[in-house]
């Protein structure tokens, strides 16, 4: 009976043989843990907006591994069928996880206010600004805004943008403050498309009742 044993252990050790007499290698890449990587770690949105977030998983033959997002803060942001949607002004984090295991990616989220909800009433004088507008080298695009901040980070106007009798777009820029003049402003741009507030290089300072540039149109560019 021991005898018979022996002889079934042997026949199912060959049975796992290749003719060679070498093992069957085992596929390593299919039984790899999925990684996932979010293609942005840093992101800003104002209140109202929607984004959607892109994740990779790896290995390839992982990629359509299910997805779970997450917010630290649903207050702040919350998801909607994996949109990212802005609620209210803060700060949060953004986490997507692969089901059922511990690979995670997080993304750290600005909300700002909706700059196009500014109110100029509290201020007693202003400036128009004139200007040229474009973002990451093309013009500016739906959901894109450009504001002005004082030096504290205070919004003190917002672009409208406008078309010349030519056709030609331009923004006109109105600058409020409770200063006469001598005030620094900063201008920002939200480029939507990236979910990035980017700063100008120009600095404008106020002064009351000025137009500026006195003729023609301010080269504005957000990079």
Request: hydrophobic letters at 40%; glycine letters at 6%.
């Given at each position: 009976m021991?005898?018979?044993?022996?002889i079934?252990?042997?026949?199912?050790?060959?049975?796992?043989?290749?003719?060679?007499?070498?093992?069957?290698?085992?596929?390593?890449?299919?039984?790899?843990?999925?990684v996932?990587?979010l293609?942005?770690?840093?992101?800003?949105?104002?209140?109202?907006?929607?984004?959607?977030?892109?994740?990779?998983i790896?290995?390839?033959?992982?990629?359509?591994?299910?997805?779970?997002?997450?917010?630290?803060d649903?207050?702040?942001?919350?998801?909607?069928?994996?949109v990212?949607?802005?609620?209210?002004?803060?700060?949060?984090d953004?986490?997507?996880?692969?089901?059922?295991?511990?690979?995670?990616?997080?993304?750290?989220?600005?909300?700002?206010?909706?700059?196009?909800d500014f109110?100029?009433?509290?201020?007693?004088?202003?400036?128009?600004?004139?200007?040229?507008?474009?973002?990451?080298?093309?013009?500016?695009a739906?959901?894109?805004?450009?504001?002005?901040?004082?030096?504290?980070?205070?919004?003190?106007?917002?672009?409208?943008?406008?078309?010349?009798?030519?056709?030609?777009?331009?923004?006109?820029?109105?600058?409020?403050?409770?200063?006469?003049?001598?005030?620094?402003?900063?201008?920002?741009?939200?480029?939507?498309?990236?979910?990035?507030?980017?700063?100008?290089q120009?600095t404008?300072?106020?002064?009351?009742?000025?137009?500026?540039?006195?003729?023609?149109?301010?080269?504005?560019?957000?990079?």
């Open positions: 021991m005898r018979n044993w022996k079934l252990i042997y026949a199912v050790v060959l049975g796992t043989m290749t003719s060679c007499g070498e093992l069957f290698e085992v596929n390593e890449e299919a039984q790899a843990n999925p996932v990587t293609s942005d770690h840093s992101i800003d949105l104002m209140v109202g907006v929607r984004y959607q977030l892109q994740a990779t790896t290995p390839e033959t992982l990629k359509d591994a299910a997805l779970y997002w997450a917010s630290d649903k207050d702040i942001v919350k998801f909607e069928d994996g990212a949607v802005a609620v209210a002004p803060g700060t949060t953004l986490r997507v996880s692969v089901v059922n295991t511990t690979s995670e990616d997080v993304c750290h989220v600005t909300v700002h206010p909706r700059w196009m109110d100029p009433t509290q201020f007693l004088y202003d400036m128009v600004v004139f200007a040229d507008v474009s973002v990451n080298n093309h013009p500016l739906d959901g894109d805004a450009v504001g002005a901040f004082s030096a504290d980070g205070d919004l003190r106007g917002v672009g409208q943008m406008l078309k010349t009798t030519a056709g030609k777009d331009y923004m006109m820029l109105r600058i409020y403050s409770n200063e006469l003049s001598e005030e620094d402003i900063q201008l920002r741009c939200f480029d939507a498309a990236r979910a990035k507030v980017v700063r100008a120009q404008i300072t106020f002064y009351s009742d000025e137009t500026y540039p006195s003729s023609g149109l301010m080269d504005l560019k957000f990079d």
